[in-house]
């Protein structure tokens, strides 16, 4: 009560301890903004925005296109957003990155986060059957000796349920829970769980019907609560005409003219398809992805859980993508790329992330012939490979000490031979019986004459120490790992 009276407005404490506050936020402003300031001011990452540019803006006049906003992410931070075209076309409205879009099926993402997040709470397995949790989901199996459909195949899309609940994208009604309900009990799976990705907006609204049962919450209340709030995505909803919302236009037809789409509910199948946002609030989430740390506050899933949501769990049939819990997976160029797209009446979404660079884009647009997942490796490709480079850390090498050479040499064990050669102030190690030695392992050295394996794939000690025994002067033996390969004389 004391320090109350004495810090009251007015006080010279409190105007003291109100001076201090501002500056801290100050201090903390620019020391935040130092960090990426390198990144967004670097003349590759400008360059290459300008080049993006040029390249969208060519895109939208040629093919005429309504409008397109983006985004790319550094870490923990927004370093370029913009937009281009109109949110409305007959009103002349600019796009821009704050202008907002039925993010359609990234949705599944906030689906599959709430779920994770009721997991980590004790609530919930992944392995648990969905009927444990709606007693109505009696589902008819593809096989008579079929297991009941979990909920991770729900999340990864292989749980053999057919794609929609009914006619909806014709008829532009979605169903109520009472619609969903009906169909499942009407329609058979159409293959048994595990046995192939099969895409499916049905199981995500099941996957929200269980976010409900479980949490007691609706389920647009409970993203708004434990997911938006959190994570300060204030311009974020679920089903419903907010203020700035770009108009969605349907596709070019031939005489050039666009449909206006209108606004569709997705009633119980928001889960699926129902949230909006914008560059800005999507930018948050990716940033999430790159996060480690406790639960608490903006980190609302774990380490640990992060890394579960972004692990493949199931392939496509030719092995090109797949699914993690909740994200697309994707191999391109030696890279993997985690993200969601989304299309919904007039709107066409794409996030694409590369966990390693901490590094991820956002294409909203509000035409449904636009090509986001295009348009998104083209930024990525650009701005987000400069932004890449940029961050990246500066990288601390051992410098080469010319002592090592003597590592260099033929070592033999009952199994193998191994050669370790110095090639230009480094050294690396391969079979030498191989029918060819341009895939070497590289030796990394950590210093004290010790290395680190390091290889492309998962065989072998990858990750582990490589050492040298010598006696009299001599280099007898090389460690891997745990184990040994005798020097050859």
Do not use: C
């Not at 392992?441 to 990750?463: E, Q, W, Y």
């Amino acid at each position: 009560m004391k320090l109350e009276r004495i810090s009251a407005p007015g006080t010279k404490l409190h105007l003291y301890l109100s001076a201090m506050r501002r500056l801290s936020f100050v201090l903390l402003f620019f020391l935040t903004a130092g960090l990426y300031a390198g990144v967004a001011d670097n003349p590759d990452v400008t360059g290459q925005e300008r080049l993006f540019e040029g390249w969208i803006r060519a895109q939208i006049a040629y093919r005429g296109l309504p409008g397109i906003a983006v985004g790319v992410v550094s870490d923990q931070e927004l370093v370029w957003a913009k937009g281009f075209g109109f949110a409305d076309l007959d009103l002349k409205t600019p796009m821009t990155p704050a202008t907002k879009f039925r993010m359609a099926s990234h949705s599944k993402l906030f689906t599959a986060t709430a779920i994770m997040q009721l997991r980590d709470a004790g609530k919930m397995r992944l392995d648990d059957p969905v009927v444990k949790y709606l007693d109505w989901f009696k589902l008819q199996p593809a096989e008579a000796d079929d297991p009941p459909v979990t909920i991770e195949e729900l999340l990864t899309h292989s749980a053999g349920l057919p794609r929609e609940a009914g006619p909806h994208w014709t008829e532009l009604e979605f169903p109520s829970g009472d619609g969903v309900r009906k169909y499942v009990t009407e329609h058979p799976a159409t293959y048994s769980p595990e046995v192939r990705w099969k895409y499916s907006n049905l199981g995500f609204t099941i996957a929200g019907m269980i976010v409900e049962a479980v949490s007691g919450e609706k389920w647009a209340d409970y993203v708004q609560k434990h997911i938006f709030d959190p994570l300060g995505m204030k311009d974020s909803s679920v089903d419903r005409q907010v203020d700035g919302l770009a108009t969605g236009y349907g596709r070019r037809m031939p005489d050039g003219s666009r449909k206006k789409m209108p606004f569709v509910d997705a009633r119980a199948m928001a889960p699926a398809t129902g949230i909006t946002s914008n560059v800005e609030d999507m930018a948050k989430f990716v940033s999430l992805q790159f996060r480690k740390g406790k639960v608490g506050g903006s980190q609302i899933l774990s380490t640990g859980a992060l890394r579960e949501m972004h692990r493949i769990r199931v392939l496509e049939s030719n092995w090109t993508r797949g699914n993690a819990i909740g994200f697309a997976v994707n191999r391109e160029a030696g890279k993997v790329y985690v993200g969601h797209a989304g299309v919904y009446f007039g709107y066409r979404t794409q996030t694409l992330i590369q966990l390693d660079d901490k590094v991820g884009v956002i294409v909203l647009t509000n035409g449904d012939d636009s090509i986001p997942s295009q348009i998104a490796t083209e930024l990525m490709g650009t701005v987000g490979a400069a932004v890449a480079k940029a961050a990246a850390p500066a990288t601390k090498t051992v410098p080469w000490d010319p002592a090592w050479s003597r590592f260099a040499g033929l070592y033999r064990t009952q199994f193998a031979d191994t050669e370790v050669v110095e090639v230009n102030q480094r050294l690396v190690m391969f079979d030498p019986a191989n029918p060819n030695p341009d895939a070497p392992i590289n030796m990394i050295p950590i210093g004290g004459g010790l290395f680190r394996f390091d290889a492309p794939t998962g065989g072998g000690v990858v990750g582990e120490v490589i050492r040298f025994v010598e006696e009299n002067g001599k280099v007898v033996r090389m460690y891997t790992g745990d184990s040994y390969t005798e020097r050859v004389p």
